[in-house]
């Protein structure tokens, strides 16, 4: 296999997985704690990090990688796992996967500001306009009965598109999937602290579906979702693979209906169809 197929190959596989997260996080927290399954998918995740980086003696970051490192911890391993979870204890995942059609937007943004990238001015209306139909969704869905739920999404969609900026930056110089893990093994203490606080006295008695919910987000979605995508980044590029992103909507949708049995209003393919052809427009006049 040639190595552009190939890195569309696993980008699709990436997405794939990704696009599983907030359906599995809405099991999960129907049970766990939100702040408990935050740190326990960061401790599980970071625990077989550090095994991938021993198994393969990567080299361990420079003192001057640490805040990076540091910064794509609260992004990703705490800020977008969190929030979501937050979020997901009052909205359904149908509906926060709506939300997720403005991450690639969002982490051009944060790339203008980390990589001083100059985009041409009809990426900011496109930007733009991608953000004004996510705010009137909310309001005609029902902002008014759940406005926590929906601004804790799009604080989550922030945390993530900053997450992934600041580690493109840093994967330039450590590596795609080294970045996640040694952010995940730099975090480990503090989240193995917290996991042991936080855990609550039921916990044997959660159900297997939590327990199937908590071990996806921790392998799959922390994890593994980030060494298929990273490695389909760099083997076919980030401009050319990164459009697959725009499929995680869609497969989010048809994993919460298929898998939740939750409904997927016309509305809710409306809105993710028209944030998607934002996305597409922005990202073609990024540059």
Excluded at 11 to 39: C, H, I, K, Q, Y
Aim: hydrophobic share 60%; with cysteine.
């Amino acid at each position: 296999m040639e190595k552009t197929t190939s890195g569309f190959v696993n980008g699709f596989l990436g997405v794939l997985v990704f696009s599983g997260s907030l359906p599995a996080t809405r099991v999960a927290v129907m049970e766990f704690d939100p702040l408990f399954l935050t740190v326990a998918r960061a401790v599980i995740a970071g625990a077989l990090a550090g095994l991938l980086l021993l198994a393969f003696r990567e080299r361990r970051p420079e003192r001057g990688d640490l805040l990076s490192l540091f910064l794509v911890s609260l992004g990703v391993v705490v800020g977008f796992p969190l929030l979501t979870a937050l979020a997901l204890k009052q909205v359904t995942s149908a509906h926060s996967i709506v939300f997720v059609g403005l991450l690639p937007v969002t982490t051009a943004v944060f790339g203008v500001v980390r990589g001083g990238e100059r985009p041409r001015p009809a990426f900011w209306l496109f930007s733009g306009l991608g953000s004004a139909i996510v705010v009137g969704f909310a309001l005609r869905q029902g902002f008014a009965a759940s406005p926590a739920g929906d601004l804790l999404m799009l604080a989550a969609i922030l945390a993530c598109g900053f997450g992934y900026a600041e580690g493109a930056s840093l994967s330039r110089k450590l590596g795609g999937w080294q970045v996640i893990s040694w952010a995940l093994v730099l975090s480990l203490p503090a989240m193995t602290m917290l996991m042991l606080l936080t855990m609550p006295v039921s916990l044997a008695q959660s159900s297997a579906a939590s327990w199937i919910g908590l071990g996806y987000v921790s392998i799959f979605s922390m994890l593994v979702g980030f060494v298929f995508w990273y490695r389909g980044l760099a083997q076919g590029g980030i401009v050319a693979v990164g459009q697959l992103q725009l499929l995680q909507p869609f497969f989010g949708l048809a994993l919460a209906a298929i898998f939740l049995g939750e409904s997927v209003s016309w509305t809710m393919l409306a809105a993710t169809l028209a944030i998607v052809a934002c996305v597409a427009g922005a990202k073609k006049f990024a540059r």
